[in-house]
C-alpha cells in the first residue's frame, strides 16, 4: 500500500512558478514510476509528466515540455513537479500517482495509487 500527498498548489499570475511536491509512505518508492496527472474545470484527467522507476526516464505532455520539470528524490520518497511560466490554460486540480516498476505511462488506468490532488489556478 503506498499514500500520497500532494501540496504546493496554489493562486498565481500568467508567468508565474510553481513547485508542487508529492510525499509517498512506504519503503519501496523507488520501485515506483511516478505520474502527475491534472483536471481542468468540465474537463478529464490528463497526463502532465511522469518519471520511470529504474531508468528514472521522463515524460511529458507536449504543451508543458520545456516550461514543466518532473524530478523524484528516492532519499526523500518525493516527486516534484517545477512548472514555469505558468497559462491560465494551466489551471487544474493536480494529482500524483504511483505505478508499482512502472515505465512511465500516459495512462491513467496504468497507476495503482493516487493522492488527492492540489489546487492549481493560474490567472491572466
Known amino acids: 500500500q503506498v499514500q500520497l500527498v500532494e501540496s504546493g498548489g496554489g493562486l498565481v499570475k500568467t508567468g508565474d512558478s510553481l513547485r508542487l511536491s508529492c510525499a509517498a509512505s512506504?519503503?519501496?518508492?523507488?520501485?515506483?514510476?511516478m505520474g502527475w496527472f491534472r483536471q481542468g474545470p468540465g474537463k478529464g484527467r490528463e497526463f502532465v509528466a511522469a518519471?520511470?522507476?529504474?531508468?528514472?526516464?521522463?515524460y511529458y505532455k507536449d504543451s508543458v515540455k520545456g516550461r514543466f520539470t518532473i524530478s523524484r528524490d528516492n532519499a526523500k520518497n518525493t516527486v516534484y513537479l517545477q512548472m514555469n511560466s505558468l497559462k491560465p490554460e494551466d489551471t487544474a486540480i493536480y494529482f500524483c500517482?504511483?505505478?508499482?516498476w512502472g515505465f512511465g505511462s500516459a495512462t491513467t488506468g496504468a497507476y495503482e495509487y493516487w493522492g488527492q490532488g492540489t489546487q492549481v489556478t493560474v490567472s491572466s
Open positions: 500517482a504511483a505505478d508499482r
Open positions: 512506504g519503503r519501496t518508492f523507488s520501485n515506483y514510476a
Open positions: 518519471v520511470a522507476s529504474s531508468t528514472s526516464s521522463t
